[in-house]
């Protein structure tokens, strides 16, 4: 397909649209779609990053598609709001090579982390892992704002999606490298 200036370009993708349809509903799921581009001649970049969207009961989220890379080992915060929302983790390894990462949190100058888990994600695979804000709770962590340490191996492509507990409207956002 080609796209000139100042064009749009709307494609659907039949496969992960049917995925959807079928899931249970309250869930989702993770994986990875290549996308190749190829200028015809140099150009300013603009906004020409495919992005993709996410349609739940009640929204629209979207977010642009981006590379690869990054750190092996990457620290993040984010509000710990446990009776407002739930907090996901994606990472999707588009490497011909299996990829393992620890997840620990939450992690500070004298706080000992309360969930340490090991990922092991599958060449070009994809994991989705839920901060388990009950655990915390529980832990008696309270927040305002909760560390969270993401190590070993590249980094690959990490999101963080926030969602209401039924999981009817969804954030996303990417890592920066």
């Known amino acids: 397909m080609r796209i000139g200036d100042r064009e749009i370009e709307w494609d659907r993708c039949e496969a992960l649209e049917e995925l959807g349809k079928h899931l249970p509903p ?3 799921k993770v994986g990875s779609l290549a996308i190749e581009r190829v ?3 140099p150009s300013r970049r603009g906004a020409t990053r495919p992005h993709f969207l ?7 989220s979207s977010l642009h598609t981006q590379d690869s890379g990054g750190s092996g080992s990457q620290i993040f915060s984010l509000p710990f709001r446990p009776d407002e929302e739930r907090v996901f ?9 299996s990829v393992e990462k620890d997840i620990s949190y939450p992690i500070g100058r004298g706080v000992a982390p ?7 994600l599958a060449a070009h695979g994809a994991h989705v892992h839920e901060i388990d804000l009950t655990a915390l ?3 008696g962590f309270e927040g305002p704002m909760l560390l969270v340490r993401l190590s070993k191996g590249p980094a690959r492509k990490v999101h963080l999606i926030f969602a209401n507990p039924d999981l009817s409207i ?8």
């Open 39 to 41: 200028w015809d001649k």
């Open 170 to 177: 969804l954030s996303i956002d990417h890592l920066a490298g």
């Open 137 to 139: 709770r529980n832990g």
């Open 114 to 120: 309360i969930v340490k888990e090991k990922l092991e």
């Open 89 to 97: 983790i994606s990472i999707v390894n588009d490497s011909a090579n």
């Open 26 to 28: 309250a869930s989702f």
């Open 54 to 60: 996410i349609h739940t009961r009640e929204g629209v």
